[in-house]
């Protein structure tokens, strides 16, 4: 699905949702998606920190076990 799709798509939701929801119910389930939105984002950026410094870590080990390998073969 292309990105002008996409919003046209979630725009005639929230339009029907507006359409067919009384107001209170319409406020709830805003919240409710704002809230899933967010935890959507929140374990994403939480997965790819969390790799990230999982790289950097093994990274770091690589590196150290090769230094440690050219001082002991310096002589």
């Keep these: 699905m292309k990105s002008c ?3 046209t798509f979630i725009t005639a939701a ?3 949702i507006y359409e067919c929801f009384p ?3 319409v406020s709830l389930l805003a919240a409710a998606f704002t809230q899933l939105g967010d935890t959507l984002t ?3 950026v939480h997965e790819e ?3 990230t ?3 950097a ?3 770091d080990t690589s590196n150290q076990g090769e230094s ?3 001082f002991t073969n310096y002589k």
């Design 53 to 55: 410094k999982t790289e």
């Design 42 to 44: 929140t374990l994403v």
């Design 5 to 7: 799709e996409l919003v």
């Design 23 to 25: 107001t209170e119910e």
């Design 49 to 51: 920190v969390c790799d």
């Design 14 to 16: 929230a339009c029907k």
């Design 68 to 70: 440690a390998t050219q």
């Design 57 to 59: 870590a093994t990274d």
